[in-house]
């Protein structure tokens, strides 16, 4: 159990009356001695009287148990409300601390006060201070005193189990929230008021690489609703690989017949490499650049023999054969082509005789069946058709898709025989 102290208030008056009895007992001593059995009578009655007073307006005054600033005082008072007993304890009450019961309460027997003084505390709120009285005991009270709740993301300091004390600065910062994209991702984020993206990104321990980039600037002051995007940027090294196509070389050969062909060497596709520099912002490439190109093989082109000979029969009846000649824009097809059936109007498996030589034409131009000469193509049959055959074009069968490819597009002479 605590113990408590007893507290007697004598007021000016009791003072006074008191020196007036003390007073009087010394004017009795000092009469003649004819009168001294008279004196000490009336003096013995008169120090009864008092005594008996005092002792009567002792008795009669109200026990009040006080607890001042956490520490419990028993007081004996005369006092007519809460506010004459502190009067009388020399405290001066400020509007802004505790006492309960309130200071206009009417003093009686037993009555329970408690008093707490308010302490004048320093707080912070989002950059603006401001003094602030309190009678909280912690920081936590001192928060719920001035009606602020927190959340996860709020900070305050000192710690919330700080003691309050005089001049104690408190200082409160209300998160807010706002966009951060990190490497593409995107999050709800949060920060308090003064805090820059540098702060920030240190605080969730996000580190930047040598080329990362930060928007905004890193000594800028975030914002409610703001949007904080780190890029991740990286540089690759990539290797391709190419072929070389090789070309169709054409030689002529007085051994041959005019309008044959033959092939001398098979061509081979060379291979060459190029090593990129590649720049990648959050995993996707933005940039390409060619750093060096090295041919690891050397490509060989095909060589092709075309006959001049002319024959004496060839050339007397040359004129003959020809019935009517024209220019026309070739392109080049094999039989494996997306949605070919590989075989041609006529019938023909072009799968089956890889050899053969045919043309696809406009039936209205070129009749199929026509036979034909094609100007760096030879002897060949109109033989098949095509959707985007129309008019003085035609399409000429290779075997191979390089040969197809190499062929290209071109504008040719084309001989219609008989």
Not at 362 to 375: A, F, H, M, N, R
Request: glycine share 6%; proline share 2%.
């Amino acid at each position: 159990m605590t113990a408590c102290k007893i507290l007697y208030i004598i007021t000016p008056r009791e003072r006074e009356a008191f020196f007036i009895v003390i007073q009087s007992m010394k004017n009795l001593f000092s009469r003649s001695l004819r009168t001294k059995k008279w004196a000490i009578i009336s003096a013995s009655f008169i120090v009864f009287a008092a005594a008996t007073g005092f002792i009567v307006y002792e008795t009669t005054k109200e026990t009040v148990a006080m607890t001042l600033d956490g520490k419990e005082r028993i007081i004996k008072t005369h006092a007519a409300t809460i506010e004459d007993i502190f009067n009388e304890l020399d405290i001066a009450l400020r509007s802004e601390d505790y006492v309960f019961p309130s200071a206009n309460t009417k003093v009686k027997d037993n009555l329970k006060v408690v008093y707490k003084p308010a302490k004048q505390v320093q707080m912070v709120k989002d950059n603006e201070k401001k003094a602030v009285w309190s009678t909280a005991d912690t920081v936590e009270e001192f928060l719920k005193e001035q009606n602020i709740v927190l959340n996860e993301h709020d900070k305050v300091t000192p710690d919330l189990k700080t003691a309050i004390k005089k001049d104690l600065n408190i200082e409160v910062s209300i998160a807010f929230s706002f966009k951060l994209i990190n490497g593409g991702k995107e999050e709800e984020a949060w920060a308090t008021t003064s805090t820059t993206v540098a702060d920030f990104l240190s605080q969730q321990g996000i580190t930047l690489g040598e080329l990362d980039r930060v928007e905004p600037e890193k000594d800028s002051v975030i914002e409610k609703d703001a949007v904080v995007s780190v890029t991740r940027v990286e540089k690759v090294t990539d290797v391709v690989e190419e072929p070389i196509h090789f070309a169709v070389v054409t030689k002529k050969d007085n051994n041959l017949s005019q309008g044959t062909e033959k092939v001398v060497s098979q061509g081979q596709e060379g291979l060459l490499t190029k090593e990129f520099e590649v720049v990648l912002e959050n995993g996707k490439e933005v940039s390409r650049t060619l750093l060096k190109e090295t041919t690891v093989k050397e490509k060989q082109d095909k060589v092709v023999a075309v006959g001049t000979k002319v024959s004496a029969q060839t050339v007397s009846r040359g004129a003959d054969n020809v019935s009517k000649e024209f220019f026309v824009s070739s392109t080049a097809y094999t039989a494996n082509c997306n949605g070919c059936s590989g075989v041609t109007a006529t019938g023909v498996n072009l799968r089956a005789n890889p050899g053969v030589k045919v043309i696809a034409v406009d039936p209205s131009v070129i009749p199929l069946g026509t036979k034909v000469y094609v100007e760096g193509y030879g002897y060949a049959v109109a033989a098949d058709t095509g959707s985007a055959i129309k008019g003085n074009k035609v399409d000429v069968f290779f075997a191979s898709k390089e040969d197809a490819y190499r062929w290209g597009r071109r504008t040719v002479k084309i001989k219609i025989l008989n």
